[in-house]
């Protein structure tokens, strides 16, 4: 306790000398650009309804006064260009440099989004780049043709690849009446795997509801203090292994855990106030969707996805184990073929591909059954390039991890790695 109070006295002149030093020559006090992020994010929100996943930051920053009865395009970019130049100044900065990187990205994000949402078409690949700041391989047809060879010769009998991996599927669809048991089952079992390692805030805590006609399967509403709104939409086959996947992807240790941190680690530990805004079409999104499908593999790592699968869940379900094995296998060359949303949405926002096709490479390269492609489109229609955090985004994470250590021998390294980047300011650029 003693230890901290010095620790503030000294720092407290630091900063209002450093702070001071800045005002007098010209440039934007840190926190001041920081504070008008967020105003500026929460502004652009008042009209785009997709545009804030979550903000729990003071009233104070929140705009006063009924919008505009037109969606204020150049006055909006013009305050985001205004911070960006007053950042320029703090790139280079030893202690806030790296913050102003991360803000930076973000604010290119604001910029390429205003535009979109005022009605300017944007190519696949600019948005990538500007919304979530990463340029991705374009991947062929023969990508896939490889990857659905393996499927063929795993695959029981002959024929339809996709009628054989739905016959396999099947077999693991949970029942309706055991679907809310189940899913609180596998929600409460990453939530214990990860509170053996991650320190989490004793009032952390979510709420689990039900919806449907959605474009997704689920979807974490973060409210801020540590709570989360657990949306799963029932209208989804709901297969094991997307029970237990939504369960930690939205819940622990993904969108929950990953929210939380951030709250608890930058805003309320360091008081960095543009953490507050969780802006939903921005860089900040490849790594949350990233970590959120990576959880998984941090929660239960090599075969221990198999094992909780096969002694807690399918008996849960009243679903025998037969042909489970071969099950994960195939799952394992799917994971590899999600890359198709990414190509179909590439696709279909240059305008080089039709809604037909769309689904057919969605079913023959994804092995979608036909509800799901269907879904799949209308969230790429939807949310547009905002796919990649899912399929690109796993695969930045995923890599960056295992290649710095954290492989599945060494699920603590893992651990290590991935509170790392659930509890500070990574840029895309910082894992490639
Ligand atoms: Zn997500």
Redesign the pocket.
Known sequence: MLRKHVLLIIFIPLLSYGQNSKQKSGITPFNQIAENYVRLGLAIGQYDSDFVDAYYGPDSLKPVGVKEAIFPKDRLLNTTNILLEQLRPYIKDKSLGKRAIWIRGQLTAFSRRIKMFAGEPASFELQAKELFGVELPNLGEDHFRILLNQMDQLLPGRGDVNARFQTLANRFVIPREKLDTVIKTCIAESAKRTRKQVELPHSEEFRLEYVNGKPWSGY?WYQGNYKSLIQFNSDITALIDRVIDIAS??GYP??HVYNTLFEKNLYHNKGWIEISLYPLFSPQSLI??GS?NYGLEVAFPGEEKINFTKSVVLPLAGLDTTGIGAYYQALAIKGKLQHVRTEVTRRVINGTMNDDEAIRWLMNYGLFNKEDAVRSLSFSRKYQSYVINYTYGYDLVKNYIERNGGTSNNPSKRWELFKWLLSNEVTPADMQ
């Open positions: 974490n992807h939205e993904g969108h949350a969707e959120g």
